[in-house]
C-alpha cells in the first residue's frame, strides 16, 4: 500500500476515484495510499518512528488518564447545536482520512485487546499500542473493561514505500483521497466502485425495500460487521466505516439517494447519454452540493462567516458569478496533525448515549 505513479494524465471534467491526475502538475497530490503531509517535522522517541517520549526521555503519561483529568466524563449538552452538527464531520473526516492498517472491522482489524476488554498478551501484532484503562476509571471500570485498542498507523518503511528508509522518519500513509470527492459513496478506486454501481442509468447500486432505496448488504456480513449472520443488515459502500454508529449510516444513506436521485433526473433531461457520462455528472453535482454545504453552512459554525470570508476560505458572490482561485502549487494532502488531532475536536461532541 505505497503510491504508485499514475498512467500519463488526461485532462478530463471529471475527477479519477483514485485522486490522481486532479492536479496535472502534480497528479499524485491528495492520492489515495498515499502519505499524510505535514506541518511540522515528525517527532519520534528514536528520532525514526518509536512513539514520542517526555523531555525526559520517560513514557508519556497514559493517554486515558490524561483525558480524565483533563476533560472528565461531564455530559454537557450543546445549548445549541444538534448531534447532526459532530455528525458531519466525521462525514467530511471519512471522505479526507483513513489510516492504513488500522482497526477497520471487529473482525477483520488488528486486535491488541480482546472483545471484553482485556489485553492480549501474547502474540501481538508489532502496531499494537493498546491503551491500559485506569482501575478506578469512572466509566470503564463498572464493564471491568482494562484494555482499549489502539493499533498504531502503518508507515512508508512497514511498507517500503519508495522514498522510505530505515534512517528518516517514517510518514503515516492514509488509504482514501485528501480531497472531499465523496470517496466515502464512490469509493477510492475502480475495485471499490465496481461493485456498488449499477451500471444502468448511472445510478448507484440500491436494494430496494419499503418503497425506498438502501445501500447493498456486505456479501462479507459477519466479517464486515459485528453481525450473527449473514442475514442481518450491513451495509457495503465507498467506504468500509458505514456501518460505524447510526448516525453515520443515516448520512451515507442520505448522500447514496441524492446520487441517485440527480442521476434519474439527468437521465430523464439527456436521454441520449450513456450510463457513465450520466454517472459522472451525477457525481460531479453531488460532489459539489456536498462541498457548498460544508464550506457555506458547517464550516462558518465553527470558524465564522467574517472569519471565513477575511481569509478567503469563501467568498461573497453575486447570482451567475463564479470563483476559480485554484492555485496548483498548493499541496492538498490532508495534515497529519488535522487528521489524527485538530479534527478530533468533535469527539467531544459525541453524545453519550442515544435515546
Not at 264 to 283: C, G, H, K, M, Y
Amino acid at each position: 500500500m505505497c503510491p504508485a505513479m499514475p498512467p500519463p494524465c488526461v485532462k478530463s471534467r471529471f475527477r479519477s476515484l483514485d485522486g490522481t491526475c486532479n492536479n496535472l502538475q502534480n497528479p499524485m497530490w491528495g492520492s489515495a495510499n498515499n502519505r499524510y503531509g505535514r506541518l511540522l517535522t515528525p517527532r519520534y522517541g528514536d528520532g525514526i518512528s518509536s512513539p514520542t517520549t517526555s523531555i525526559t526521555g520517560q513514557d508519556l503519561p497514559n493517554s486515558r488518564l490524561v483525558s480524565l483529568i483533563v476533560f472528565g466524563e461531564a455530559d454537557v449538552p450543546d445549548p445549541q447545536f444538534t448531534i447532526a452538527n459532530m455528525q458531519w464531520g466525521q462525514i467530511m473526516t471519512h471522505d479526507m482520512s483513513m489510516q492504513a492498517g488500522g482497526t477497520q472491522s471487529r473482525r477483520h482489524g488488528t486486535r491488541c485487546c480482546t472483545d471484553d476488554g482485556k489485553l492480549i498478551s501474547s502474540g501481538q501484532h508489532a502496531t499494537c499500542y493498546p491503551i491500559i484503562v485506569p482501575k478506578n476509571d469512572p466509566a470503564h471500570s463498572q464493564t471491568k473493561t482494562e484494555c482499549m485498542n489502539f493499533v498504531r498507523t502503518l508507515t512508508d518503511r512497514d511498507n517500503n514505500c519508495q522514498g522510505s528508509s530505515q534512517t528518516r522518519p517514517a510518514e503515516q500513509l492514509t488509504v482514501v483521497t485528501a480531497y472531499m470527492d465523496l470517496s466515502l459513496v464512490y469509493g477510492n478506486s475502480e475495485q471499490q466502485n465496481r461493485p456498488i454501481r449499477a451500471f444502468t442509468g448511472g445510478r448507484m447500486l440500491v436494494d430496494n425495500r419499503g418503497g425506498n432505496e438502501w445501500p447493498p448488504q456486505d456479501p462479507n456480513a459477519t466479517a464486515s460487521c459485528d453481525v450473527q449472520s449473514p442475514q442481518e443488515t450491513c451495509y457495503l459502500a465507498g467506504d468500509a466505516r458505514v456501518n460505524q454508529n447510526p448516525g453515520l449510516t443515516i448520512l451515507q444513506i442520505v448522500l447514496l439517494r441524492e446520487h441517485n436521485r440527480i442521476a434519474d433526473t439527468l437521465q430523464s433531461i439527456n436521454p441520449q447519454w450513456d450510463d457513465e457520462t450520466v454517472f459522472q455528472e451525477a457525481r460531479r453535482v453531488n460532489i459539489a452540493q456536498y462541498q457548498h454545504i460544508s464550506y457555506y453552512e458547517w464550516l462558518p459554525i465553527f470558524l465564522g462567516r467574517e472569519n471565513m470570508l477575511k481569509n478567503r476560505l469563501i467568498y461573497q458572490t453575486t447570482q451567475g458569478s463564479f470563483v476559480n482561485d485554484y492555485n496548483p502549487n498548493i499541496d492538498p494532502s490532508v495534515l497529519n496533525s488535522h487528521a489524527t488531532a485538530a479534527f478530533r475536536y468533535f469527539h467531544s461532541q459525541i453524545e453519550g448515549r442515544l435515546e
